[in-house]
């Protein structure tokens, strides 16, 4: 059975640091895309970034220059490094996999979702 557990958000002040981790069970991250996305309450879900069975990534625009995505296949596990962070960026984060080993065009097309992790950046 496909699982994907998120873990490692927290409250924490701006400009502030977290690392998110995206466990993934019964895929193997070699064949696969991961994304994460987040949704704030009262907004729509976004996409922030996605790597591929290659390591190819993306970013949204909102966060690039300030989060990193990377993948250790040893571990199974996707982590998103999020540095500077802004009260904006408090939302639920949830990662994602589509087994098409490239990131899709969006989270329509993702076939496995975790439950999420809340982030919170305030002071």
């Known amino acids: 059975q496909v699982q994907l557990v998120e873990s490692g958000g927290d409250l924490v002040q701006p400009g502030g640091s977290l690392r998110l981790s995206c466990a993934v069970s019964?895929?193997?991250?070699?064949?696969?895309?991961i994304g994460w996305f987040r949704q704030a309450p009262g907004k729509e879900r976004e996409g922030v970034s996605c790597?591929?069975?290659?390591?190819?990534?993306t970013y949204a625009d909102s966060v690039k220059g300030r989060f990193t995505i990377s993948r250790d296949n040893a571990k199974n596990t996707v982590y998103l490094q999020m540095n500077s962070l802004k009260p904006e960026d408090t939302a639920v984060y949830h990662c994602?996999?589509?087994?098409?080993?490239?990131?899709?065009?969006?989270?329509?097309?993702?076939?496995?979702w975790g439950q999420g992790t809340q982030v919170t950046v305030s002071s």
């Open positions: 994602a996999a589509d087994r098409g080993r490239s990131c899709p065009s969006g989270a329509f097309w993702y076939d496995f």
């Open positions: 019964a895929l193997l991250l070699d064949y696969v895309a």
């Open positions: 790597i591929n069975s290659d390591s190819t990534t």
